[in-house]
């Protein structure tokens, strides 16, 4: 009885200890930086120059990202004998000084503050982050040496996941008469949040296929295992998953730790098992596509490449990438439109291959220079970072593929007039789309790298999905056909 009362007083006392430990207090927003920003666009902002977006949940209405950039301008100097002026300067200095004195009241707000002087050569980027990563973009607050900056970044009180990011920055104009700034009031998804899912996603494996319309109805079955014996060993049954033809494409993705290895095979609509597969290395962060066709398929040339770099090393030997048959061949890989091409090329007469040659070399010249532009991307993210030259790349980047795409036309038009079968397109449209697989490939690089992209590069990351698609539309025409 005497040991049963002593374990009640012990959890009674822990009972009450636990309840009189100090709860979190609710996040509060940072009033009085808010008030001076707004103070600021009140009096100075030129309101036809903001930037103004907000994105709402279509179900709850909380908001999940919103940006408001703000340009402001005002006096900074004065004629000595004019009064007004006089005063209006001196109001204006009175604003902006309030601005240190307040963001420094709430600094204990914030879980990140910044303070830089005219003067230090170093520039801030803040990166915006959503659920949506198309709608990510970076936002170059300071760019100049002689700008100040106060900046401070709190949880949103709503809704902890997001970060509320308040800044201005100014600078006096060359003839020292102005100020000219900028004012930023952002909620986006907090980094901490974001890279938490990035780095999820840097550990996706993913299958993308798409499938000619007289299969549109065949499933496929995925397999996995450490090793390609324990592949070998796994029965028919011993699937993973069984994933649909949905609008002749399919898609599978998992999580992974490791590299490993993989196997993707068709069920037919009747239900039976395809008599030959595709093995090949399941890597993290990796993407597989495929383009199935009746009998053979398509799949990107440069996945060995990559998925060898990334894992040290293919878990299947000799090749990354191995389609195996149980019967004689009946869904090889073949490339039967090489052939077509290659002999309507030799029916060529000299004139017709010079006309041929030159407008090759045209579109060599250009795909060149587009390598050379994101070579330059890269250069750019290893050293100063700038995204104003960056910004500039990525539009002679869409220029250039804009420019390709009526050299490309034009190649059509001499098909067409010059009688090419129409199988014979195939493989032009098969190169059309390894250069645009290329640059997703780079894009991609350069979004793991940057975090986020601007919006000239989602301009050209879009322009380039969409005529990766085109030309892959085409080429299941010219061979459904």
């Known amino acids: 009885m005497k040991r049963i009362i002593i374990m009640l007083l012990i959890a009674c006392s822990a009972i009450t200890t636990v309840s009189a430990e100090p709860t979190a207090a609710p996040q509060k927003k940072p009033e009085s930086v808010i008030a001076t920003l707004n103070a600021i666009i009140n009096k100075f902002g030129n309101n036809s120059g903001q930037t103004y977006s907000v994105n709402r949940n279509p179900n709850t209405g909380i908001i999940e990202s919103s940006i408001k950039i703000v340009p402001f301008r005002c006096l900074a100097i004065h004629d000595k004998n004019d009064f007004t002026q006089r005063n209006i300067a001196l109001q204006n200095d009175q604003l902006l000084s309030s601005v240190s004195r307040n963001f420094q009241k709430d600094e204990p707000l914030s879980y990140q503050f910044q303070h830089i002087q005219p003067g230090s050569k170093q520039y801030f980027l803040l990166n915006v982050y959503t659920n949506n990563e198309d709608d990510n973009t970076a936002l170059h607050i300071r760019t100049h040496d002689d700008q100040e900056m106060w900046m401070m970044c709190c949880k949103n009180p709503e809704n902890p996941q997001l970060r509320d990011a308040y800044a201005v920055t100014w600078k006096l104009t060359d003839d020292k008469r102005y100020i000219e700034g900028t004012v930023y009031m952002i909620t986006s998804l907090r980094p901490d949040v ?153 029916s060529l007469n000299s004139q017709e291959e010079l006309q041929f040659q030159i407008k090759g070399e045209r579109i060599e010249l250009d795909m060149k220079k587009l390598g050379e532009r994101y070579e330059f991307i890269k250069a750019i993210l290893d050293g100063s970072n700038s995204g104003y030259q960056m910004d500039v790349t990525f539009q002679e980047i869409l220029k250039l593929n804009q420019d390709l795409e009526s050299k490309w036309q034009d190649f059509f038009k001499f098909f067409k007039t010059k009688n090419m079968p129409k199988m014979g397109y195939a493989k032009a449209y098969k190169e059309i789309i390894e250069v645009y697989t290329g640059q997703l490939r780079e894009l991609n690089d350069y979004y793991k790298k940057h975090g986020a992209m601007s919006k000239a590069a989602r301009k050209v990351n879009t322009y380039v999905l969409k005529q990766n698609e085109k030309y892959m539309d085409e080429m299941e025409k010219c061979i459904s056909e």
């Open 194 to 346: 974001y890279e938490k899912n990035f780095e999820s996603n840097k550990r996706m494996f993913k299958i993308v296929g798409r499938v000619d319309e007289n299969i549109k109805d065949s499933l496929y079955n995925i397999y996995i295992a450490e090793s390609r014996e324990a592949l070998y060993n796994l029965q028919d049954h011993e699937y993973v998953a069984c994933v649909p033809v949905v609008n002749k494409r399919f898609e599978w993705q998992t999580e992974l730790t490791k590299p490993c290895v993989g196997r993707l095979r068709c069920i037919f609509p009747d239900g039976s098992l395809c008599s030959a597969w595709i093995d090949l290395d399941f890597v993290p962060g990796e993407t597989y596509n495929i383009t199935v066709h009746n009998g053979y398929y398509d799949e990107d040339k440069d996945y060995e490449r990559r998925v060898g770099r990334q894992s040290g090393k293919s878990l299947i030997k000799p090749n990354a990438v191995k389609v195996v048959d149980d019967v004689p061949a009946k869904y090889q890989k073949a490339k039967p439109v090489e052939d077509e091409f290659d002999k309507w090329r030799k």
